[in-house]
């Protein structure tokens, strides 16, 4: 079983203050943080269950955090393929991001202000759609958006204006 079974944490006047290590029901390490008065500070690590009579299991999450916010590199891992990557500062997303990468086909890439998506973007293949590239303002779609089928053929082109869709041209 791998069910948790384990943790080694110190406390300080009732808060976490210190290593907080959680194992598993073979005392193989799940994860390790670092908490400072009942926040999280530093690097916090997340493992997947070893294999392989392996002592660690591969990174699952990997982030910092700055008195409990996170603040610095985030690094999620999908199949032990980078899935998500960038930076957070006070707890919100900044600058260049790439989410979804683990299928080349979800893959979507572009730069987060202050928490929101700013700037140009290629968002990776939907459900629906195949993938498409524009721009937001301020977390809004803005300005020309072009939009692929699953086979990577133009089918339309949206003009938004701040998150308001203008017209459609197919």
Same mark, same amino acid.
């Given at each position: 079983?791998? @069910?948790?079974?384990?943790?080694?944490? &110190?406390?300080?006047?009732?808060?976490?203050? *210190?290593?907080? $290590?959680?194992?598993?029901?073979?005392?193989?390490?799940?994860? &390790?943080?670092?908490?400072?008065?009942?926040?999280?500070?530093?690097?916090?690590?997340?493992?997947?269950? +070893?294999?392989?009579?392996?002592? $660690?299991?591969?990174?699952?999450?990997?982030?910092?955090?700055?008195?409990? #916010?996170?603040?610095?590199?985030?690094?999620?891992?999908?199949?032990?393929?980078?899935?998500?990557?960038?930076?957070? #500062?006070? @707890?919100?997303?900044?600058?260049?991001? $790439?989410?979804?990468?683990?299928?080349?086909?979800?893959?979507?890439? @572009?730069?987060?202000? &202050?928490?929101?998506?700013? *700037? +140009?973007?290629?968002?990776?293949?939907?459900?629906?759609?195949? #993938?498409?590239?524009?721009?937001?303002?301020?977390?809004?779609?803005? @300005?020309?958006?072009?939009?692929?089928?699953?086979?990577?053929?133009? $089918?339309?082109?949206?003009?938004?204006?701040?998150?308001?869709?203008?017209?459609?041209?197919?």
């Amino acid at each position: 079983s791998s @069910g948790v079974i384990g943790e080694e944490t &110190e406390y300080n006047m009732g808060f976490i203050d *210190g290593k907080k $290590i959680v194992y598993d029901s073979r005392h193989n390490k799940l994860s &390790e943080e670092t908490y400072v008065m009942g926040k999280l500070e530093g690097l916090s690590i997340k493992y997947a269950p +070893p294999t392989n009579n392996s002592p $660690i299991g591969y990174k699952l999450l990997e982030a910092n955090y700055k008195g409990g #916010k996170l603040d610095g590199l985030y690094t999620k891992w999908e199949n032990q393929k980078v899935d998500t990557r960038g930076n957070y #500062k006070n @707890g919100l997303k900044t600058g260049d991001w $790439i989410e979804n990468a683990s299928d080349n086909a979800t893959k979507s890439y @572009g730069a987060y202000k &202050e928490g929101k998506k700013h *700037g +140009p973007w290629i968002m990776g293949h939907s459900r629906l759609f195949g #993938k498409s590239e524009g721009s937001f303002y301020d977390g809004l779609k803005d @300005g020309k958006w072009t939009v692929y089928n699953h086979k990577n053929k133009k $089918i339309r082109i949206e003009n938004w204006d701040k998150g308001q869709l203008l017209s459609v041209v197919d």
